[in-house]
């Protein structure tokens, strides 16, 4: 069965905060360092330019977040953050999360989505976004530490809206 990808509610915010909180903790694809308590989460979502939740048989599933990826002239260039239960990963949450920001990004008037550090070990984001049209501007070297405490390349992309 496909996720169904709408805007949060406040109901959603526990499932979100702890489906963030668990990429946070894995340490291997979120800069955060600290998983968000539950008025941290509060805040976080809602100051977003849209935070969206992927649910399936009505239980979130994912997540993402989509802003501003800087301001003024750089304003119309945004940027996105995408979380997925790790129990439904792989079974198409994702990619309805990344479609999605796609169209509300261009919706909301932003002209290209921006990624600034997809960590390059992360093969299934990497794949999908590839999959989906992104431009893979370049690599950083070790631009990622790992909570290993390994450094990891990272990869920028952009998608034209």
Same mark, same amino acid.
């Given at each position: 069965?496909?996720?169904?990808?709408?805007?949060?509610?406040?109901?959603?915010?526990?499932?979100?905060?702890?489906?963030?909180?668990?990429?946070?903790?894995?340490?291997?694809?979120?800069?955060?360092?600290?998983?968000?308590?539950?008025?941290?989460?509060?805040?976080?979502?809602?100051?977003?330019?849209?935070?969206?939740?992927?649910?399936?048989?009505?239980?979130?599933?994912?997540?993402?977040? $989509?802003?501003? %990826?800087? &301001?003024? /002239?750089?304003?119309?260039? #945004?940027? @996105?953050? *995408?979380?997925?239960?790790?129990? !439904? =990963?792989?079974?198409?949450?994702?990619?309805?999360?990344?479609?999605?920001?796609?169209?509300?990004?261009?919706?909301?008037?932003?002209?290209? $989505?921006?990624? %600034?550090? &997809?960590? /390059?070990?992360?093969?299934? #984001?990497? @794949?999908? *976004?590839?999959?989906?049209?992104? !431009? =893979?501007?370049?690599?950083?070297?070790?631009?990622?530490?790992?909570?290993?405490?390994?450094?990891?390349?990272?990869?920028?992309?952009?998608?034209?809206?």
């Amino acid at each position: 069965m496909e996720a169904t990808v709408r805007g949060y509610q406040e109901k959603d915010l526990p499932a979100m905060r702890e489906i963030w909180n668990e990429v946070v903790e894995e340490g291997a694809a979120f800069p955060q360092a600290e998983p968000l308590t539950g008025r941290e989460a509060e805040g976080f979502f809602a100051q977003q330019s849209f935070s969206a939740v992927a649910e399936r048989d009505g239980e979130v599933i994912g997540l993402y977040i $989509l802003h501003p %990826n800087n &301001v003024g /002239r750089c304003g119309h260039i #945004a940027n @996105a953050s *995408y979380a997925v239960r790790r129990s !439904v =990963r792989g079974g198409g949450a994702g990619e309805a999360l990344v479609r999605h920001s796609l169209a509300e990004g261009k919706r909301l008037g932003f002209r290209v $989505l921006q990624f %600034n550090a &997809v960590v /390059r070990t992360n093969e299934r #984001a990497v @794949a999908l *976004y590839e999959r989906l049209g992104f !431009v =893979r501007l370049g690599c950083v070297p070790g631009g990622f530490l790992k909570k290993d405490g390994a450094y990891e390349d990272i990869i920028l992309f952009y998608h034209p809206l």
